[in-house]
Every structure is written in structure tokens, then in C-alpha cells.
């Protein structure tokens, strides 16, 4: 097969590029970088590719490569990442605040109410944090969920039914393909669970308005849309949590849940995909069918 049956086209160039390097006279005979690489069933993969000119009495012979599936350890290690920075910038300011509006309230100070309002809230917050982190651990630590499997109703009807009581004042319509089953685990209602909680609590509007739509036939993909009438997400957030920007630090708000979702969606062999404007937010969820 040619690289470009099984690499993106930007992929494959950049291969080609060493691969005619190797061959210039005085060069060295060997180079490895980083590659997106497509699986048979379209999805992409993280690839470390090592690639060696091979020579036979000083002509070249050939070339030889091997390629290396790093998908899941480039995960881990972005979750290091974020869960460091929060760890690190985040916990610490979350804390300070705590600490610092409590002070202030015992001395009686200034508006009482918005102090215990603002240590409310981040506590809230680092609850939050720490569901996140047993959220995630509880995917990356499941050893069957490669071979379980979930209708999708059942992972959204339950959520439905828990906001409609929680917010009775926001409309959730759902709209169901025929009865799917999708391959993954129990966390994936987790990462459910936290794009309709966004869709409902961060629109501002005085009666919320979400969509669930679940639909099916995509050449053996489920695809899950949650649209909300909301603000929408700020662009820079949803491109660092999409991989489209360095990570820096992480904001109070909704970064955190959505972390979190595309995680547990890509342990599960999934994806995750964000649309977001002044006019609303659409998050679609993509998951492999059970055949």
C-alpha cells in the first residue's frame, strides 16, 4: 500500500519529504517524526513513524519503516498535561479564593452574601475538578469497554429525564434514529451528561432551549447532536480543548466538562466535534456502532 492510502494527505507528504532526504548523498540513512495516520474505519490515529534507507555494497537497496501506533499514550499525556495545569494554576487560585472571601467574611467586611457566593461557586468548581479526574480515570482504567456496548437511549433518556426535573423551566426535545447500540462504556454517559448540563446552565436565556438528536446509518457510526439556544463557547476554548491550539491554562467555566467529554468519547474509539456562535452551540458526538 502507498503511504497515502493509510495517512492524511499532509501526512503522507511530509513522509515523502524524508523519505526523498534519505536518499541525498552525505545525508543520514535514517529519520523519524510524527504522522496522522487513517484506520480502516476512517478514524484517525496518532502515528510515530521511523523510516531507514537500506544500502547493499554501497547502493541503495530499499527502504524499510516502521510505524507505531501512539494514539493512547499522546492522550495520556495530554491529559498529564491539563490535569497538571488545573492541578497547578487553577486548584491554587480556587483555593486562595476560598480562603480569602472567608477571611473576609469573618471580619464582617464588605457584602457578605457575594463573598460566600464566590467561595460557593468554587467549590463547585473544584468538585467539578474532582469528578473529572475519576471520570477519566474510570475510562482510561476500564478493561472490557472495548467490548461493551450501550443503546443510546439509554444513555441519554435517564439525563433528560434528570434536567427536565433540575431545570423545569428549559424545553429538552429529543429525537431518536431506531433503536442503536453504540460500542462503549458506562462513562460515556459521563461525557453525555456534561454537554446537556452546559447546554442548559451556561445559556442565558430565562427558558433554555436543547436539542438531543440521535442518528444512525453512517457507515457504521452513531452520531449524537446536542444544539443549544445559548451564547455559545468562547472559539479559543474549543479549539485548545480540540487540539487546534497550545495549551496555556485552563478557565473556570466549561472547559473542564468538555475536556472531559472528548476523553472518555476517544478511549471509547469515538469523536468529538464543536460548532459555536453567538446563535447557539452544536456538539456532535460520534461513536461506532455495535453491529
Not at 535514517?30 to 523510516?51: H, P
Not at 464588605?110 to 467561595?119: F, H, K, L, R
Request: aromatic content about 4%; some cysteine.
Amino acid at each position: 500500500m502507498h503511504v497515502t492510502e493509510f495517512m492524511t494527505a499532509d501526512s503522507a507528504d511530509r513522509v515523502e519529504a524524508r523519505i526523498r532526504d534519505l536518499l541525498e548523498p552525505e545525508t543520514d540513512n535514517y529519520a523519524q517524526l510524527s504522522a496522522t495516520g487513517i484506520k480502516a474505519d476512517g478514524r484517525e490515529c496518532e502515528l510515530e513513524a521511523s523510516v531507514g534507507a537500506v544500502y547493499h555494497d554501497d547502493e541503495f537497496d530499499g527502504l524499510i519503516g516502521v510505524l507505531r501506533d501512539v494514539t493512547e499514550r499522546k492522550r495520556n499525556e495530554e491529559i498529564s498535561a491539563v490535569m497538571n495545569r488545573a492541578l497547578r494554576h487553577n486548584l491554587r487560585t480556587s483555593i486562595n479564593n476560598i480562603i480569602g472571601y472567608a477571611e473576609l467574611t469573618e471580619q464582617g467586611a464588605g457584602d457578605t452574601a457575594e463573598y460566600m457566593s464566590v467561595i460557593r461557586e468554587e467549590g463547585k468548581w473544584l468538585m467539578k475538578l474532582g469528578d473529572t479526574m475519576r471520570a477519566v480515570r474510570r475510562s482510561i482504567d476500564s478493561s472490557d469497554h472495548e467490548h461493551a456496548s450501550l443503546p443510546v437511549r439509554d444513555l441519554v433518556e435517564p439525563l433528560v429525564a434528570q434536567y427536565q426535573t433540575q431545570y423545569p423551566e428549559a424545553t429538552i426535545r429529543t429525537n431518536y434514529a431506531d433503536e442503536v447500540t453504540v460500542q462503549g462504556g458506562s462513562t460515556l454517559q459521563v461525557a453525555v451528561d456534561n454537554v446537556i448540563e452546559n447546554a442548559i446552565v451556561h445559556n442565558e436565556a430565562a427558558e433554555p432551549t436543547v436539542d438531543v438528536q440521535v442518528r444512525d446509518g453512517e457507515d457504521g457510526w452513531v452520531r449524537l447532536d446536542v444544539q443549544d439556544d445559548g451564547p455559545g463557547i468562547q472559539r479559543r476554548e474549543v479549539d485548545l480543548v480540540l487540539g487546534d491550539t497550545e495549551i496555556t491554562q485552563l478557565q473556570h467555566g466549561t472547559g473542564i466538562g468538555l475536556w472531559l467529554t472528548r476523553w472518555i468519547v476517544e478511549i471509547f474509539g469515538g469523536e468529538l466535534d464543536v460548532e459555536t456562535n453567538e446563535a447557539g452551540t452544536l456538539v456532535t458526538i460520534r461513536l461506532q456502532q455495535e453491529s
